[in-house]
């Protein structure tokens, strides 16, 4: 810690924090465009120019004869800072003259227009009226870099937030300064198609409205948009956002602060896939079959029907459930099935392959992967699969050095900053697991039982090439890499390849002879939530069970929650005497049900979701869902209300609170102590391990 | 700078790697992986690289050349061509003739005439500055102080300096270029690539 | 008659009257409405209106300022990008829709201050009395300045 001044205030601070974030500290603000506290200081813009001097031995202060940037001054002993002076008024006023020479001020039609940070400095500490009356400089507007992202350069200040947001965070290098002088522009090269998947966070930084959405582009002005917080429900890695809507209808998707989880940044498939809430093919009341077409009916004729159907039925009715429903949702199917229809046949898993079982150590926290030695990601593709654990990896190479290595049939962005590639063959996970696996032990690295080594014969560095497609060479280095402080870190998809319990097994039995720690993170928005709630049949049928069920007769009725399986198992669907399709939108399962339900979206709804690190999160209700949709939790409290007479659940609180008290995991996450980052609830195992409860 | 920006809607995706045209030579390769023992790491090799692609193109450094030099030291694309849109000496805009005629005409050699020079140049050539004659053998351009005011008005072709020139030199200088078959403007790339060879081995 | 009912009675009435007797004379400022109409100020602010520019674009680009300004939250405005087929302003946004709540406008005139265009003002026509509630939602095509040829 240093002692410094600061406008007088004399406080201690880090050696080496940067005065910008050290005034922010003390409650004042220096002005700054293109300082971004979670990218390296470059000192472009000279907005945030401040006066400084150093205490003399004898007690005076001696003060330097020019100003310097904030945002590149390291905080040091005795430093004396002045933010405030008359000269830095003027230093700033010149500052804001100088951008705004080349600036359109097409506020009125600028999308960043009220919430810009060049309009807001201006209005603080700009000059009110320009000297320069020449010509701007005039440039094409509202270019498409690519499909969601406008660029107008017209109105770039060239600060530069974005060429180092996909340099140093995103790590594509996508965009780049080209050309120099007034000419200088922030663009792809040839100003080819911007392919970033991250490429939705540089409309966010950009401090003036240079680069804008192409799907908010003129849909609102910020005083028009309400926003409420919310989770992001497109994928498991529940990056927190902000949800803004106006009149009712989602408009665009901001990212929002979570250190644990996506620090500030969003995906692409996040940001700009929230359209369907909007769409016309909603699901808006509920729909019954009579002869060959859909007539609207009441919630009331539609719960007779399915329970008509589904009561007491036993092992003939099955229920399955896709990613995108919330823990009370969950848990209330799994309750409604065991408890008012009697069968245990349900079911959220959708991978091809069988599901290994078995104790898995609790899957790491997204924030814990930034401190690890090594990560070795395996099996998937991780910007595509968790791509904001893809951001997490990256950061533990860029800034905490750790090594990586990735083993992926596929071309996949981990290997721009991995140190070896282990490109297989597709197909061949499991072969290569075993392989590394084989070459740990027979190198004497690890010890595995001996039922494991008799498996193992044949497999090493040197037998790769042949079985796996990978040289001999890589696969030695790789597996000398892990040990202690490595991680070896995979998503479901591994169970997508051929022999996935192999694959599984030989790579957690890699990690754990080697010493490093194993995850495997779940893709399904809230498949985490799903296996911790037991939504796995305990004895009962799993997913493509009680779909060959529905084809040979085994099976009369099925429940479909947000779930199409149509495109692989149209005959079950077809075959099945009764299907309930529940879902936000028409699709093609619709078709064969007997009775569809309307469901509210996450952001229509108060809920609870689970991200792949085991984080419970609540998402507010932030708009009112179209027609008569309802909540899935609420539907199945109502059916189990008329099933089986009992205390009603009035709202998704008190299903929290059952839930924790069935499954103990879930207590801090009941409404009343859930924080507002969520909480990590994740048990011991996480995947496999047939869970008790539900009823 | 602008024709760049007149492509409109379209989105042209940038090449992928595989179907990349590499052109460099087997001599550039070696010199290539010469350069590369260099530096501290593959960014900080990028500008003689360029200089590189320059002489392998021709002079020219094409979006093509580019994406060469990117490939080859696993640089983004436009990374690159940030760094070669950056500095004047690389040819990015459009391919220059076979001799480049630069004419400084900063201080010393404006007041010396180097604007008559221009004068003449233009009206000699039928070329205005920044333009290649039809038959692609000169090209010229406006240049900042190279660095020669004693010997101004001063003119730069591939790596030699000539001057002062008056009128009647420059006529001179036409003629003896015309008859050289050899691209000074590669030359100029091969005399800077030798340039870093060497200064590496010191 | 006493002094006390003089003075308190009979003065003030005859007085009052007095008043009365003089101004019957003078010009009425009354007027005989809807026959006859009173002339208003320039600055009268009423009913609002969406101006074109001389070419008959319409100046308003949708910016949606007047209903960040607007005081009683009256104002809706949604943009749209205007094509060169479809070209309704001069710049690249309009206003596709545009509403104005009579019922809540109090008619303030900040909107007209806000206008970066110029596009709404508010102007002397202040007979705006209707029979339903939803007739006081003002629609763009209402308020649009009809084309002057």
Not at chain 3, 10 to 36: N, S
Request: charged share 25%; glycine share 8%; hydrophobic share 35%.
């Amino acid at each position: 810690m240093v002692k410094l001044t600061i406008n007088g205030i004399e406080l201690e601070a880090p050696q080496g924090e940067l005065i910008v974030e050290t005034v922010k500290r003390l409650g004042l603000e220096i002005p700054v465009f293109c300082y971004h506290p979670r990218m390296k200081a470059v000192g472009m813009c000279r907005m945030c120019l401040v006066e400084t001097g150093f205490k003399q031995p004898d007690g005076s202060v001696r003060m330097m004869p020019k100003p310097q940037a904030g945002c590149t001054l390291p905080a040091s002993e005795g430093l004396v800072v002045v933010t405030d002076s008359e000269a830095i008024h003027r230093d700033r006023k010149g500052v804001l003259e100088f951008l705004l020479i080349n600036h359109p001020l097409d506020c009125p039609i600028c999308d960043r227009g009220g919430e810009c940070p060049l309009q807001n400095n201006t209005m603080a500490y700009g000059p009110s009226t320009t000297r320069f009356i020449e010509m701007k400089r005039h440039l094409p507007k509202a270019f498409p870099l690519s499909q969601y992202v406008t660029l107008d350069l017209e109105r770039c200040i060239q600060c530069g937030r974005c060429v180092r947001f996909t340099e140093e965070i995103s790590g594509d290098s996508d965009l780049a300064f080209r050309f120099r002088g007034a000419e200088m522009q922030p663009s792809t090269f040839q100003l080819t198609d911007f392919e970033s998947r991250f490429s939705g966070n540089v409309i966010e930084i950009c401090p003036v409205g240079a680069l804008t959405s192409a799907k908010y582009r003129f849909r609102a002005r910020p005083w028009d948009l309400e926003t409420s917080p919310g989770v992001c429900t497109e994928c498991s890695n529940g990056c927190n956002v902000w949800f803004d809507h106006r009149a009712g209808k989602q408009v665009r998707i901001n990212g929002r602060a979570n250190d644990g989880v996506n620090e500030e940044w969003t995906c692409d498939k996040g940001k700009f896939g929230h359209d369907w809430y909007n769409s016309t093919s909603r699901l808006t009341k509920p729909l019954v079959r009579r002869g060959d077409q859909f007539v609207p009916a009441s919630w009331s004729e539609a719960y007779e029907e399915i329970l008509a159907a589904f009561a007491d039925k036993g092992g003939k009715v099955a229920g399955l459930t896709g990613p995108r429903v919330s823990n009370e949702g969950l848990f209330l199917f799994k309750r409604l099935f065991s408890e008012a229809f009697g069968s245990d046949n349900v079911d959220h898993r959708w991978r091809s392959g069988p599901v290994p079982t078995g104790p898995v150590p609790r899957p790491l926290p997204i924030a814990s992967l930034e401190s690890k030695r090594h990560i070795l990601v395996f099996g998937t593709h991780l910007a595509e699969d968790l791509p904001i654990v893809h951001l997490r990896v990256r950061k533990a190479w860029s800034q905490s050095g750790a090594t990586v290595d990735v083993a992926y049939s596929a071309a996949n962005e981990v290997e721009r900053f991995a140190k070896a590639s282990l490109r297989c063959r597709p197909g061949a996970e499991a072969a290569l697991a075993k392989c590394l696996l084989g070459e740990a032990v027979w190198s004497g690295k690890a010890t595995v039982s001996d039922a494991v080594r008799a498996e193992l014969a044949g497999f090493n560095a040197d037998s790769a090439e042949e079985k796996s497609g990978v040289s001999g060479a890589t696969v030695r280095a790789a597996a000398a890499r892990l040990g202690e402080g490595a991680v070896v870190l995979t998503s479901d998809r591994l169970l997508d390849a051929p022999e996935p319990p192999s694959a599984w097994k030989s790579l957690k039995a890699l990690a754990e002879a080697t010493g490093s720690e194993f995850v495997c993170y779940p893709t399904g928005t809230n498949a985490a939530g799903a296996e911790l709630l037991g939504l796995v049949p305990d004895h009962g049928l799993s997913t493509w069970q009680i779909l060959e069920g529905c084809k040979d007769g085994k099976i009369e009725a099925l429940w479909l929650v947000e779930a199409d399986p149509s495109s692989t198992h149209d005959a079950a669907l077809e075959t099945v005497p009764f299907l309930v399709y529940q879902g936000t939108l028409e699709n093609e399962a619709m078709a064969y049900a007997s009775v569809v339900l309307p469901m509210a979206a996450p952001a229509e709804q108060d809920g609870t979701w689970t991200n792949c690190e085991g984080r419970v999160q609540r998402f507010r209700q932030a708009i009112a869902p179209p027609g008569e949709a309802k909540p899935a939790w609420r539907v199945f409290a109502e059916c189990l209300l008329r099933a089986r007479p009992s205390t009603p659940f009035f709202n998704p609180g008190e299903v929290m609170e059952e839930i924790a008290r069935v499954h103990p995991v879930f207590a801090p996450a009941q409404y009343s102590l859930l924080p507002e980052e969520g909480a990590l609830v994740a048990r011991e195992s996480l995947v496999g391990e047939p869970a008790g409860g539900g009823g | 700078m602008s024709e760049l920006l007149q492509i409109g809607a379209q989105r042209p995706k940038a090449p992928e790697p595989d179907s990349l045209e590499l052109r460099f030579s087997p001599t550039a390769v070696e010199e290539l992986e010469a350069l590369k023992t260099h530096y501290p790491d593959l960014k900080s090799c990028v500008l003689p690289t360029l200089w590189i692609a320059q002489r392998e193109y021709g002079g020219h450094l094409s979006p093509e050349a580019i994406a060469e030099v990117a490939h080859r030291l696993s640089r983004s694309y436009a990374e690159v061509e940030g760094v070669a849109t950056f500095y004047s000496m690389y040819n990015t805009a459009h391919k220059p003739g076979r001799h480049l005629i630069e004419v400084c005409t900063c201080l010393s050699c404006h007041m010396c005439g180097a604007y008559r020079i221009v004068d003449h140049l233009e009206e000699k050539l039928g070329i205005k500055l920044g333009e290649t004659t039809p038959d692609g053998v000169f090209s010229i351009h406006e240049v900042e102080c190279l660095d020669a005011c004693d010997r101004a008005p001063v003119l730069q072709v591939g790596d030699q300096y000539v001057g002062p020139v008056t009128p009647e030199t420059v006529d001179e200088l036409l003629e003896r270029l015309r008859s050289n078959p050899d691209s000074t403007v590669v030359q100029l790339a091969d005399a800077v690539v030798k340039v870093h060879l060497r200064d590496g081995k010191a | 008659m006493s002094f006390e009912v003089f003075r308190d009675v009979v003065k003030p009435i005859v007085a009052g009257f007095g008043i009365t007797a003089r101004r019957l004379a003078e010009q009425k400022v009354t007027v005989q409405y809807p026959d006859e109409r009173r002339e208003q100020f320039d600055r009268t602010r009423w009913r609002h209106v969406l101006t074109r520019y001389d070419s008959g674009l319409e100046r308003c680009i949708g910016c949606s300022l007047c209903a960040g300004a607007c005081p009683a939250r009256c104002i809706y405005v949604e943009a749209a990008e205007n094509t060169d087929d479809e070209r309704y302003s001069p710049g690249e946004r309009y206003a596709v829709r545009y509403e104005i709540n009579m019922l809540r406008c109090i008619f303030c005139g900040y909107c007209q201050e806000a206008c970066p265009t110029g596009a709404i003002v508010l102007r002397k026509d202040f007979e705006l009395a209707n029979y339903e509630r939803e007739d006081f939602i003002y629609t763009k095509e209402m308020l649009l300045e009809p084309i002057r040829r």
